[in-house]
């Protein structure tokens, strides 16, 4: 039964990180207990969040100007040029 209340959380916790590897931040889990597996898990909640949020800044910026808040050009010009090269005959 202890071993059931250890192994069945890390599992849990190894199989969120894998997804958090991958880029997946989206996985809700609630955390049980009080102690280190519990710990573990809080800790691992807070680090998708984190994760998430500074994800979607950085994919922000990247499309965004920071300063003015108008679409990136770079960006603009790569989608066009893309687009034409797709709609080119050939």
Do not use: W
């Not at 039964?1 to 190894?14: C, E, G, K, Y």
């Not at 898990?41 to 108008?70: F, I, P, W």
Request: charged share 20%; aromatic share 6%.
């Amino acid at each position: 039964m202890i071993t059931l209340n250890i192994i069945s959380p890390l599992l849990q916790a190894v199989a969120i990180a894998k997804e958090v590897a991958s880029g997946g931040f989206s996985t809700t889990f609630s955390v049980v207990g009080k102690d280190e597996v519990g710990e573990l898990m809080q800790a691992l909640k807070e680090m998708m969040s984190c994760l998430s949020t500074a994800y979607e800044k950085l994919r922000d910026l990247s499309r965004y100007d920071a300063l003015t808040g108008v679409h990136n050009t770079g960006l603009f010009q790569r989608t066009i040029r893309y687009g034409m090269a797709a709609g080119a005959p050939g």
